[in-house]
């Protein structure tokens, strides 16, 4: 059974930055796709940023609201997922899930925001 811990949320001012970071435990790292997704009230559960593992190419993408600013990136030794937020907005405020798929790809997860394996989240908050 796999499980995903995302840290890292937190207050910050517009501008700013944030490291999120998610530890994954149960899943073959090589051999997943692993990706940011964010939720604020009232708005439907969004796909940011999503990487699929070295086994299936690396390949990376990325939400058009959080490109240029937001890089995913793993530690593979560390079994964990980071996302590097830059140049916050007030409209990146939101509830961070981290999530772990190991049958689907990331063009699929991001699409549905439909994943196997979620974490609890962490709340990101920008002050204009």
């Known amino acids: 059974q796999g499980q995903v811990t995302e840290s890292g949320g937190g207050l910050v001012e517009t501008g700013g930055s944030l490291r999120l970071s998610c530890t994954a435990s149960?899943?073959?790292?090589?051999?997943?796709?692993m990706g940011w997704f964010r939720q604020s009230p009232g708005k439907a559960r969004e796909g940011v940023a999503c990487i699929n593992g070295k086994a299936h190419g690396g390949s990376y993408f990325y939400a058009e609201s959080v490109q240029g600013r937001f890089t995913i990136s793993t530690d593979n030794d560390k079994n964990t997922l980071y996302l590097q937020m830059n140049n916050l907005k007030p409209e990146d405020t939101a509830m961070y899930y981290c999530?772990?798929?190991?049958?689907?790809?990331?063009?699929?997860?991001?699409?549905?925001?439909?994943?196997?394996?979620w974490g609890q989240g962490t709340q990101v908050t920008v002050s204009s």
């Open positions: 149960g899943v073959d790292f090589d051999d997943v796709a």
């Open positions: 999530a772990a798929d190991p049958a689907k790809g990331c063009r699929y997860l991001l699409q549905s925001s439909n994943a196997r394996y």
